[in-house]
């Protein structure tokens, strides 16, 4: 079983910048995708980013497109999401998730449902 911990919220000023972590326990097996997702209060659960373990290959939201960027360690058991020039609308919690992928990568079934796994949150604000 795999299991996801996120950490490295807080509070940041806008245009300032923040690199969250998201820890991997267990074995991922075949390709394996880790997701950043996040929910502002009253809004709906958002995708930030899709990160394939086995190649790097990354996949951002548009609205973080040229500010966020996600990448792993050597040992692909951590995966990070750096972002910068953050602005007020970016507060939100932040989840990262994982899920195996099928025969190909289909990026919209995996943002809908395929992240199987789901870490705890880590809350950012983005506030002066």
């Known amino acids: 079983e795999v299991q996801l911990q996120a950490s490295g919220g807080g509070l940041v000023q806008p245009g300032g910048s923040l690199k969250l972590s998201c820890v991997i326990s267990g074995a991922t097996s075949g390709d394996y995708a880790i997701g950043w997702f996040r929910q502002a209060p009253g809004k709906a659960r958002d995708w930030v980013s899709i990160f394939f373990l086995s190649d790097g290959e990354t996949h951002l939201a548009e609205d973080v497109q040229g500010r966020f960027t996600s990448s792993a360690n050597n040992a692909r058991n951590t995966v990070y999401l750096q972002m910068n020039s953050l602005k007020t609308e970016d507060t939100a919690v932040y989840y990262c998730?994982?899920?195996?992928?099928?025969?190909?990568?289909?990026?919209?079934?995996?943002?809908?449902?395929?992240?199987?796994?789901w870490g705890r949150g880590t809350l950012v604000t983005v506030s002066s």
């Open positions: 998730a994982g899920g195996g992928v099928g025969d190909y990568r289909d990026l919209q079934w995996l943002v809908d449902s395929g992240m199987t796994s």
